[in-house]
């Protein structure tokens, strides 16, 4: 059975019973009730962690961006990671690493309201209609709730808002940014048109389906935009598609590079050596030497176009290959262990067994993941 069909199936008013039969291995059944009520799915919000022996490093991991504009009781993806940063604070953490990676993006407004967390006030990120003059949405809460050192992870599927995060961090020199050599890539902003709504009650042939229109582009606040450039890393960690062409720039027609008046003026940045440092240890470090290796394995993959059709060279290929692969098993996992904590003593106690069980389960990711490993390092030698 299909999960919507599931779906649809285990769905009803809040406060009801549903009740699922079970048969299990040996053939019996039985009937298991639920009570129906609303389902947050907690690895989708803001989280955090403390890293190190020491506990002073601080961790936010930000999946996607969430808000619901039309319930004010609904959870916010900013006042969410205000309330991480609030909690880590508390507990003395003194440097702080920020979690972008995979987040495809979401509310403007929210991105706008989470970079601002990081600095005073001003703008955050500028944006442009066709035919219109450029407009600046900016922070006007004043003051920082994090004012520490910062480091924000990225990877190649870090895209939109959380581009426009990343982006005015780095302009303001708020954060150093860590990951992949550019973020997705995508300066543009969409609406939705439905076709069945445009049309009216009166035509009858439907569902028309809908039409995704590009309204809009964003740029940075330095003038320049994350369109097809993305946000480039102070420190490029290896990756394992990093030979692979990813991102905006590979799709049909993307809109160009072009460039908008600045919103602010910056002094140049004053050079920072311990970028430098982690750049060397990068390079000379035989796990992420290994990830490259595989990058270009992938890419050696990819371009073989022909297959053997004799039936014999065939399997005999597909087998070799599959043992080329077993030699790349976990391949992101590190061989140092990283000390991970609950954000403040006793929070397993507020948590019911489920998400305890789910928190230990992202605990031990984190244990071995090799990049927050290095972002780790990276950010203990950022001056306070």
Same mark, same amino acid.
């Given at each position: 059975?299909?999960?919507?069909?599931?779906?649809?199936?285990?769905?009803?008013?809040?406060?009801?019973?549903?009740?699922l039969t079970v048969r299990k291995k040996d053939g019996t059944e039985k009937v298991i009730p639920i009570i129906r009520d609303i389902v947050e799915i907690e690895a989708t919000f803001a989280r955090s962690a403390r890293l190190g022996v020491d506990g002073k490093t601080g961790y936010i991991r930000l999946p996607k961006f969430y808000v619901d504009f039309y319930d004010d009781n609904n959870r916010n993806c900013a006042d969410d990671v205000k309330k991480e940063i609030e909690i880590l604070k508390a507990q003395g953490v003194e440097r702080l690493i920020f979690d972008l990676r995979g987040n495809g993006g979401g509310s403007l407004p929210a991105a706008v309201d989470i970079a601002g967390l990081f600095? =005073?006030?001003?703008?955050?990120?500028?944006?442009? &209609?066709?035919?219109?003059?450029? #407009?600046?949405?900016?922070?006007?809460?004043?003051?920082?709730?994090?004012?520490? +050192?910062?480091?924000?992870?990225?990877?190649?599927?870090?895209?939109?808002?959380?581009?426009?995060?990343?982006?005015?961090?780095? =302009?303001? =020199?708020?954060?150093?940014?860590?990951?992949? #050599?550019? !973020?997705?890539?995508?300066?543009?902003?969409?609406?939705?048109?439905?076709?069945?709504?445009?049309?009216?009650?009166?035509?009858?042939?439907?569902?028309?389906?809908?039409?995704?229109?590009?309204?809009?582009?964003?740029?940075?606040?330095?003038?320049?935009? !994350?369109?097809?450039?993305?946000?480039?890393?102070?420190?490029?960690? +290896?990756?394992?598609?990093?030979?692979?062409?990813?991102?905006? #720039?590979?799709?049909?027609?993307?809109?160009?590079?072009?460039?908008? $008046?600045?919103?602010?003026?910056?002094? +140049?940045? /004053? +050079?920072?050596?311990?970028?430098?440092?982690?750049?060397?240890?990068?390079?000379?470090?035989? /796990?992420?030497?290994?990830?490259?290796?595989?990058?270009?394995?992938?890419?050696?993959?990819?371009?073989?176009?022909?297959?053997?059709?004799?039936?014999?060279?065939?399997?005999?290929?597909?087998?070799?290959?599959?043992?080329?692969?077993?030699?790349?098993?976990?391949?992101?996992?590190?061989?140092?262990?990283?000390?991970?904590?609950?954000?403040?003593?006793?929070?397993?106690?507020?948590?019911?067994?489920?998400?305890? &069980?789910?928190? &230990?389960?992202?605990?031990?990711?984190?244990?071995?993941?090799?990049?927050?490993? $290095?972002?780790?390092?990276?950010?203990?030698?950022?001056?306070?």
């Amino acid at each position: 059975m299909s999960t919507n069909k599931v779906v649809t199936k285990v769905r009803g008013k809040k406060g009801t019973e549903v009740r699922l039969t079970v048969r299990k291995k040996d053939g019996t059944e039985k009937v298991i009730p639920i009570i129906r009520d609303i389902v947050e799915i907690e690895a989708t919000f803001a989280r955090s962690a403390r890293l190190g022996v020491d506990g002073k490093t601080g961790y936010i991991r930000l999946p996607k961006f969430y808000v619901d504009f039309y319930d004010d009781n609904n959870r916010n993806c900013a006042d969410d990671v205000k309330k991480e940063i609030e909690i880590l604070k508390a507990q003395g953490v003194e440097r702080l690493i920020f979690d972008l990676r995979g987040n495809g993006g979401g509310s403007l407004p929210a991105a706008v309201d989470i970079a601002g967390l990081f600095f =005073d006030k001003g703008p955050v990120v500028q944006v442009k &209609t066709s035919g219109q003059r450029v #407009r600046s949405y900016d922070d006007r809460a004043g003051g920082a709730v994090w004012d520490g +050192p910062l480091l924000v992870m990225v990877n190649e599927g870090t895209a939109s808002a959380s581009e426009i995060v990343a982006a005015a961090l780095q =302009d303001y =020199d708020k954060a150093i940014i860590v990951g992949t #050599r550019q !973020t997705f890539g995508k300066g543009t902003v969409q609406n939705m048109l439905d076709l069945d709504r445009a049309a009216g009650p009166f035509y009858g042939d439907k569902p028309l389906g809908a039409l995704k229109l590009t309204i809009q582009k964003y740029y940075r606040i330095t003038g320049g935009t !994350t369109q097809l450039q993305g946000v480039e890393s102070d420190v490029v960690l +290896p990756h394992p598609y990093q030979e692979i062409p990813y991102g905006e #720039r590979e799709l049909d027609y993307p809109l160009a590079v072009d460039y908008v $008046e600045p919103a602010v003026q910056f002094e +140049p940045k /004053e +050079p920072k050596p311990y970028l430098k440092t982690a750049q060397k240890r990068i390079a000379e470090n035989p /796990e992420f030497a290994r990830i490259s290796e595989y990058a270009l394995w992938l890419k050696s993959q990819q371009d073989q176009t022909l297959v053997p059709l004799h039936y014999t060279a065939y399997f005999a290929r597909e087998e070799a290959a599959e043992t080329e692969a077993e030699a790349f098993d976990d391949l992101l996992k590190s061989t140092e262990v990283l000390p991970i904590a609950y954000a403040f003593p006793g929070q397993e106690s507020t948590l019911d067994s489920g998400k305890v &069980t789910e928190y &230990t389960r992202w605990f031990k990711g984190l244990s071995t993941d090799m990049y927050l490993g $290095e972002a780790y390092r990276i950010v203990g030698e950022m001056p306070r």
